[in-house]
């Protein structure tokens, strides 16, 4: 069989792979990047998503290109029937070892700069329109509206549950809101699905999260 047969038959079974979980998507979902929630919940979300979606195609543009490279050395130098000499093992390629390096280098240092970029964007302070607490406790949030004194205690421990007594976050669209969060405990997330972000919450120590709600 020659060589570039022998690559198609090799090549076959990642290709039927991949259109086979491709089929499995939809093509809102192929430009969320397979984030979950919809887009535009908050100020913050698309900004979020663009990165995702540009970084993941950027590191799948680099896997194609390793993986077809290591795949065709596997193939075409391969030890064939009869031989049974030992290659080389001491041999360099200068522009390629260059290559590997610099290649590398430059893509950290871009995801450094473009997640520095948006994190300080995202975690900016802005003057707020409205203020919540949100304290984090074993096993629930209370939400504490304190610009209108109303205060909501959520749940408190115990073994059942039901869904109908799950703590709700309410919040006014278009609005800037200022949420700070606090743990009466231990360390906690608050990640609400939809806005693409979550938060640390540390005892003795205050965090905040600034957006807007936009749906």
């Known amino acids: 069989m020659l060589p570039k047969r022998r690559l198609k038959w090799a090549a076959l079974p990642i290709v039927s792979l991949l ?12 430009s969320r990047g397979f984030l ?20 993941w195609l950027v590191l799948w543009g680099v896997g194609i290109i ?8 596997i193939i075409v130098y391969r030890r064939r029937k009869g031989d049974n000499e030992i290659p080389p093992q001491l041999r360099y390629n200068m522009p390629i070892e260059t290559l590997f390096t610099v290649v590398p280098f ?4 871009g995801f450094f700069a473009l997640t ?12 707020s329109d409205y203020r919540i607490e949100v304290v984090g406790k074993q096993w629930s949030w209370d939400f504490n509206y304190t610009d209108n004194n109303v205060f909501d205690s959520g749940i408190q421990y115990q073994e059942d549950g039901t869904e109908a007594e799950l703590p709700t976050l309410y919040l006014p ?8 969060l606090i ?27 600034y957006f807007t709600p936009q749906v």
């Open 66 to 73: 390793a993986w077809a490279l290591m795949f065709y050395a």
């Open 36 to 55: 979950p929630g919809v887009g535009g919940v908050t100020n913050h979300t698309e900004r979020i998503r663009e990165l995702w979606v540009g970084s």
């Open 183 to 209: 743990s009466r405990d231990v360390i906690h997330s608050f990640w609400v699905i939809d806005f693409l972000y979550k938060k640390d919450v540390f005892p003795g120590r205050v965090n905040k999260m």
């Open 106 to 109: 430059i893509l950290v240092i």
């Open 173 to 180: 669209v278009d609005r800037t809101i200022e949420i700070d």
């Open 19 to 30: 259109l086979i979980t491709l089929t499995g998507c939809t093509p809102e979902e192929f």
């Open 116 to 127: 520095a970029r948006d994190m300080e964007a995202i975690e900016k302070p802005v003057a």
